[in-house]
Nanobody, 114 residues
Framework: QGHFVESGGGLVHPGGSLRLSCVTS????????MAWYRQTPGNQREKVAA???????KYDNSVNGRFTISRNNSKKALYLQMNSLKPEDTGLYYC????????WGQGTQVTVSS
């Protein structure tokens, strides 16, 4: 069983928005740099956004300017605000530490389609 539980995915039209959430019971959550990952059929899981434990955020070029990653350490939660969604954003989204330390959760499906 994974350490993270992702939610918030769904079916949305191009140009729409979704907010993904990831929660954990891990007491050490605040120590870790965290990331959101996306997997599509036949492809490896790829990192789309990261938030460092001390400073800053980083985004894949494909989502930069449209997605925003954030965290609430008191709630042990990670978020991904996804705006101006495109069909190529479709995939199964997961969260994990930046070093992929923990077992993967179930993910949450995002489908962008007209």
């Amino acid at each position: 069983q994974g350490h993270f539980v992702e939610s918030g995915g769904g079916l949305v039209h191009p140009g729409g928005s979704l907010r993904l959430s990831c929660v954990t019971s891990a007491s050490t959550f605040s120590r870790y740099s965290m990331a959101w990952y996306r997997q599509t059929p036949g492809n490896q899981r790829e990192k789309v956004a990261a938030i460092l434990s001390e400073t800053g955020t980083k985004y894949d070029n494909s989502v930069n300017g449209r997605f925003t990653i954030s965290r609430n350490n008191s709630k042990k939660a990670l978020y991904l605000q996804m705006n101006s969604l495109k069909p190529e954003d479709t995939g199964l989204y997961y969260c994990n530490t930046l070093s992929e330390m923990y077992e993967w959760g179930q993910g949450t499906q995002v489908t962008v389609s007209s």
